[in-house]
């Protein structure tokens, strides 16, 4: 059984689109996250959202806004794609907000032309 | 700002030595310390973690330290395999309010174990 899954596995598309990655958990974990890991790999949380509270890294720019129609789901919906914005999108949720072991998803890489 | 430094970025080392990484940081007191395993393609995958009060973690052939003082971490890998080929990842829990932490990893350590 997949923990953490995520839709689609690689995603390419033109400047100035707006697409949407899915991520969904069956973990019963109560937080989920988004990272961003770009071509040097550097990993970088981008959200940490649970079902009181979303947490912004104010580097991310507002066209990047995570969507959860549930506790299970916490999608990311991107506007007006950037070139910058090329790298992979990793999913991950963790117990609780607090202290705990994260689970990854298998990531999304997201090409913009 | 936070820094986190893993120093290197690529480790080579013959099968069945031990692998030391090592993780610094600065301007941060991290109460506690994670590694993560990422294999190519692939997300990271959680190891040990260690609280600001553990001198030292063991997970079967995994051994983590964490010096407060000298604001460091190193992960061993005893009798290392091919297997145990993949880039390493350490990362603080920072605190980002509301009883939330956030977790800020360093760059990694490619690590080849070569037979």
């Known amino acids: 059984d997949t923990a953490v899954s995520q839709t689609p596995k690689y995603l390419v598309t033109q400047m100035g689109n707006d697409k949407s990655i899915k991520c969904e958990q069956n973990?019963?974990?109560?937080?989920m996250y988004w990272y961003k890991q770009d071509s040097k790999k550097f990993l970088k949380i981008m959200f940490s959202?649970?079902?009181?509270?979303?947490?912004i890294n104010e580097t991310v720019p507002n066209r990047f806004s995570p969507k959860s129609p549930d506790k299970a789901h916490l999608n990311l919906h991107i506007n007006s794609l950037e070139l910058g914005d090329s790298a992979v999108y990793f999913c991950a949720s963790s117990h609780s907000g607090g202290i705990d072991t994260q689970y990854f998803g298998p990531g999304t890489r997201l090409t913009v032309l | 700002s936070q820094k986190i430094e893993q120093n290197s970025e690529a480790l080579n080392i013959q099968e069945g030595k031990t692998a030391t990484l090592t993780c610094n940081y600065t301007n941060y007191s991290p109460a506690y310390l994670q590694w993560y395993r990422q294999d190519p393609g692939r997300g990271p995958v959680f190891l040990l973690l260690i609280r600001e009060n553990e001198k030292e973690k063991r997970k079967e052939r995994l051994k983590v330290t964490f010096d407060t003082t000298l604001k460091q971490s190193l992960f061993h890998i005893t009798a290392s395999q091919p297997a145990d080929s993949a880039t390493y990842l350490c990362?603080?829990?920072?605190?980002?309010?509301?009883?939330?932490?956030?977790?800020?990893f360093g760059k990694g350590t490619k690590l080849s174990v070569i037979p």
């Open positions: 959202y649970n079902n009181k509270e979303l947490i």
């Open positions: 973990l019963g974990h109560d937080t």
């Open positions: 990362a603080l829990d920072m605190y980002s309010g509301a009883g939330s932490y956030q977790l800020t």
